[in-house]
């Protein structure tokens, strides 16, 4: 190793030069400042490199999973506006594309590929966070609508959002996993009602949404009837697989119309930058210890190639994860998500302690006077929530002890009842659970 740490171990190994040279020479003849957001990212979508991952069918272009960061490496190199991201990307559109019928799936993934509408995630609730199927939002059939009463929390990116991937439940009289149902639901609507949760970082990422007779179209729930369960776990796949190492993520600007950037120019919207605070990259840490005259310290040079050597296995495991899932074992690509998810918590936190290592007591400050404007001592408070969004670390750490090493699951009393007696019989609350 060099006297100075190389900021080329921040290079995304599987890049692929030749993927880089195609998308230049795409870019070369088709970006175009002067459209819109909206018109540009119609230009991208079509051409299929908001998902290139995707088959062409599906609206992408059959290339590996990887080859997004490369994508969008090289249109930041260009100079162009990057394709659309967020969590319909991340989420919703692959959940749909692998359950919902062709008339959904025509309905709501191009939205998404082409950055028109955004997507937040209806899953957690004040009582049931890690036993996600205790579950009590009810939706109830009304026709050919549900109506969606309950509560959701930890809803990021809710307030800009168009639709949210909801899990309410639509029977009581069944084993609570049984009786979820999983529809795409829309935001703008009466009975919804979404407020902001300020984190100790001072930021409020996060959303609780109150839901008072709200409305689902049953054209939109997705995977059938009471398989909300089935569903919910591979959205929750497809999370793990998108935030755990490896994986590759981009919400910014962000989607829809309430993101703010439909009607500007390309041009415009291509010289924004994401606010700084919540994530630390590899990159961000060379270059602030070079800054600090620190990239000569053995210990920071140690904690900066361990981040470095963490990060390359995270990339090999989503791949094994990826190629398991594609062999026909589900059951495996799940389980080497979760631990995904976990290796992906170890390198936020590390990557966060190495910023504070870098400044050393400065970056104990917060603010505007503290060092580096505070960003690395935020960005450390935010480090603690990694254990828990996406799956606690518990979580994970269950379905990798159950799905492959076989370990015996913890005994559930509950197992097998209908979810109404349940709910009754905890703590006596006769109104627990509606009565028919």
Same mark, same amino acid.
């Given at each position: 190793?060099?006297?100075?740490?190389?900021?080329?171990?921040?290079?995304? &190994?599987?890049?692929?030069?030749?993927?880089?040279?195609?998308?230049?020479?795409?870019? #070369?003849?088709?970006? *175009?400042?002067?459209?819109? /957001?909206?018109?540009?990212?119609?230009?991208?979508?079509?051409?299929?490199?908001?998902?290139?991952?995707?088959?062409?069918? #599906?609206?992408?272009?059959?290339?590996? #999973?990887?080859?997004?960061?490369? /994508?969008?490496?090289?249109?930041?190199?260009? =100079? &162009?506006?990057?394709?659309?991201?967020?969590?319909?990307?991340?989420?919703?559109?692959? @959940?749909? !594309?692998?359950?919902?019928?062709?008339?959904?799936?025509?309905?709501?993934?191009?939205?998404?590929?082409?950055?028109?509408?955004?997507?937040?995630?209806?899953?957690?609730?004040?009582?049931?966070?890690?036993?996600?199927?205790?579950?009590? @939002?009810?939706?109830?059939?009304?026709?050919?609508?549900?109506?969606?009463?309950?509560?959701?929390?930890?809803?990021?990116?809710?307030?800009?959002?168009?639709?949210?991937?909801?899990?309410?439940?639509?029977?009581?009289?069944?084993?609570?996993?049984?009786?979820?149902?999983?529809?795409?639901?829309? !935001?703008?609507?009466?009975?919804?009602?979404?407020?902001?949760?300020?984190?100790?970082?001072?930021?409020?990422?996060?959303?609780?949404?109150?839901?008072?007779?709200?409305?689902? !179209?049953?054209?939109?729930?997705?995977?059938?009837?009471?398989?909300?369960?089935?569903?919910?776990?591979?959205?929750?796949?497809?999370?793990?697989?998108?935030?755990?190492?490896?994986?590759?993520?981009?919400?910014?600007?962000?989607?829809?119309?309430?993101?703010?950037?439909?009607?500007?120019?390309?041009?415009? &919207?291509?010289?924004?930058?994401?606010?700084?605070?919540?994530?630390?990259?590899?990159?961000?840490?060379?270059?602030?210890?070079?800054?600090?005259?620190?990239?000569?310290?053995?210990?920071?040079?140690?904690?900066?190639?361990?981040?470095?050597?963490?990060? #390359?296995?995270?990339?090999?495991?989503?791949?094994?994860?990826?190629?398991?899932?594609?062999?026909?074992?589900?059951?495996?690509?799940?389980?080497?998500?979760?631990?995904?998810?976990?290796?992906?918590?170890?390198? @936020?936190?590390?990557?966060?302690?190495?910023?504070?290592?870098?400044?050393?007591?400065?970056?104990?400050?917060?603010?505007?006077?503290?060092?580096?404007?505070?960003?690395? =001592?935020?960005?450390?408070?935010?480090?603690?929530?990694?254990?828990?969004?996406?799956? @606690? *670390?518990?979580?994970?750490?269950?379905?990798?002890?159950?799905?492959?090493?076989?370990?015996?699951?913890?005994?559930?009393? *509950?197992?097998?009842?209908?979810?109404?007696?349940? !709910?009754?019989?905890?703590?006596?609350?006769?109104?627990?659970?509606?009565?028919?």
């Amino acid at each position: 190793m060099s006297t100075a740490f190389s900021s080329s171990a921040a290079d995304d &190994a599987g890049s692929g030069a030749a993927l880089r040279a195609e998308v230049t020479a795409w870019l #070369q003849e088709h970006w *175009d400042p002067e459209l819109t /957001v909206e018109r540009w990212w119609s230009v991208v979508a079509a051409a299929g490199w908001t998902a290139p991952h995707l088959s062409v069918e #599906q609206g992408g272009r059959g290339l590996p #999973q990887r080859a997004g960061r490369a /994508v969008r490496a090289a249109f930041l190199a260009h =100079g &162009a506006l990057q394709p659309p991201g967020g969590l319909g990307l991340l989420m919703a559109a692959p @959940t749909i !594309l692998t359950l919902g019928t062709p008339e959904q799936i025509a309905r709501h993934v191009p939205p998404i590929l082409e950055g028109r509408l955004g997507w937040c995630q209806l899953f957690s609730e004040p009582g049931a966070g890690s036993d996600l199927a205790g579950l009590t @939002t009810r939706a109830e059939r009304d026709g050919d609508r549900w109506v969606i009463n309950g509560q959701k929390v930890w809803s990021s990116q809710a307030r800009e959002a168009d639709y949210g991937m909801l899990l309410a439940r639509t029977s009581f009289d069944v084993p609570k996993h049984a009786g979820i149902s999983w529809f795409a639901f829309k !935001l703008d609507q009466p009975g919804v009602t979404i407020r902001p949760l300020r984190e100790m970082t001072g930021d409020a990422v996060f959303n609780e949404v109150f839901l008072d007779d709200a409305v689902a !179209l049953d054209a939109d729930l997705v995977g059938g009837e009471g398989k909300g369960w089935m569903a919910a776990n591979t959205t929750l796949h497809f999370e793990r697989t998108g935030i755990g190492a490896g994986g590759a993520h981009a919400g910014f600007p962000p989607p829809g119309p309430n993101g703010g950037v439909l009607g500007m120019t390309a041009g415009e &919207a291509a010289k924004l930058r994401a606010p700084e605070g919540l994530t630390v990259t590899l990159a961000d840490l060379v270059a602030l210890a070079h800054a600090h005259g620190r990239d000569a310290d053995p210990a920071i040079r140690q904690k900066l190639a361990r981040l470095y050597s963490y990060q #390359q296995v995270g990339q090999w495991n989503a791949a094994r994860a990826k190629a398991e899932t594609a062999a026909g074992d589900a059951a495996a690509g799940t389980s080497i998500a979760s631990t995904g998810k976990i290796a992906q918590t170890r390198i @936020t936190k590390l990557a966060a302690e190495i910023g504070l290592d870098i400044l050393d007591a400065g970056g104990l400050l917060a603010g505007d006077d503290a060092a580096e404007g505070g960003r690395f =001592g935020k960005a450390f408070l935010f480090a603690r929530a990694s254990s828990i969004y996406g799956g @606690t *670390d518990e979580i994970q750490r269950n379905i990798a002890a159950e799905r492959v090493l076989g370990l015996p699951r913890e005994p559930s009393p *509950d197992r097998g009842r209908p979810y109404r007696e349940v !709910l009754r019989g905890r703590a006596g609350r006769e109104d627990a659970a509606p009565a028919g």
